[in-house]
């Protein structure tokens, strides 16, 4: 199926974009080259210049809506190992990371019976704010120079072919369990401003929760929280 793809010089963010389609009732992607307010989870801001790849797509899914968070980070991932990059993992619940740097961020919400995903890929983007230390770019990775164009539509044809694996029953998450980060290492979870858990990252279950063996030895899921890697 061939879904439409709108594109933007500037917007405020693909995601306010996206939502103003909704009851079209059609799936579909907004491409924009810069944000002017952009913003990750819990309302933090996304440093959103000219040089990334800001993309929302929106879907319907009628089944596994959990796991369309992992869907875009291995499409993320796929289109990266396209480009001959490796080191690749995902920070939970919605981090890829390469070389153990944060290289994107997704952003998935649920309106009704839509579900809206938020990529923002830093592509050629040369320097980040001090506060950004753990972010990095496909351009100081690699030293050069890409063309957004190519990796929108690479990222694009590996979402929608993982979107409708996922839909149509054939999507495996056991696949993808090798690209979980931190799995056996101590950890610090974020539940809210005054919840903070503290254990070891056991696994991922089937539903996306995180699995972590507290420091109680009580196993425990968690469905959302901030993960933070104790040295």
Not at 85 to 106: A, E, M, R, T, Y
Not at 121 to 134: A, D, E, W
Request: proline share 3%; aromatic share 8%.
């Amino acid at each position: 199926m061939v879904r439409e793809v709108l594109k933007f010089k500037r917007v405020t963010s693909t995601q306010d974009v996206v939502k103003r389609l909704i009851n079209n009732k059609k799936e579909i992607a907004v491409f924009a080259h810069q944000q002017t307010k952009g913003r990750g989870r819990y309302k933090r801001e996304w440093f959103s210049p000219p040089g990334g790849m800001y993309l929302s797509i929106l879907v319907f899914p009628k089944r596994h809506v959990n796991l369309i968070p992992v869907v875009s980070c291995v499409a993320v991932i796929e289109t990266l190992k396209d480009l001959h990059f490796d080191n690749l993992s995902i920070h939970w619940p919605n981090d890829v990371l390469l070389n153990q740097k944060k290289i994107c961020g997704i952003l998935c919400e649920r309106i009704d019976d839509a579900v809206i995903c938020g990529i923002g890929l830093n592509v050629n983007i040369k320097k980040f704010p001090s506060r950004l230390s753990c972010a990095t770019s496909l351009y100081k990775e690699a030293g050069k120079i890409y063309r957004i164009r190519t990796i929108l539509n690479l990222c694009l044809k590996n979402f929608w072919n993982l979107y409708d694996s996922l839909q149509e029953n054939k999507f495996n998450l056991h696949d993808v369990y090798h690209y979980i980060g931190g799995v056996g290492e101590p950890v610090e979870i974020k539940l809210s401003s005054k919840e903070v858990i503290k254990g070891i990252i056991h696994n991922v279950d089937e539903d996306w929760s995180l699995v972590v063996r507290t420091d109680d030895g009580l196993i425990k899921k968690i469905y959302q929280g901030d993960v933070i890697r104790v040295s």
